[in-house]
């Protein structure tokens, strides 16, 4: 009888060598949920300012609940910059200016903090992706 000997070393040809996983991504990692979390915020306000524009351009009355609930709720936002430009329009149809410069203002301050975030979150020594 022949005996055959197995080396305990040695693994079946057919099993694949462990691979180390490289990371696909261009951008460096950075504090998502923050970047996330200012994009929501900035995109409510927006869109409260924005509702607000469309009902007082087309004349939305004021004596509806929800009307006035936006208005309510956007007034504060849109005050600093109310007489910036003069609105123009009817009594009852006005074209707000300063809802428009509230909205390009505050998503410009958005933009800001994401790329702040992103800045301030992105590991040491990480290139901008080209």
Known sequence: MAVQQQTPASAPASAPAPVERASTSEHAPYNFRAAAAIGFIVGVVDILIAARFLGKLFGASAHSAFVNFIYQVSGPLVAPF?????????????????????????????????????????????????
């Open 82 to 130: 109310t007489g910036i430009f003069g609105d123009t329009g009817s009594r009852t149809n006005t074209f707000e200016t300063a809802s428009l410069v509230a909205l390009v203002v505050y998503a410009v301050i958005g933009w800001g903090l994401v790329v702040l975030v992103r800045i301030v979150t992105a590991p040491k020594g990480t290139k901008p992706a080209s």
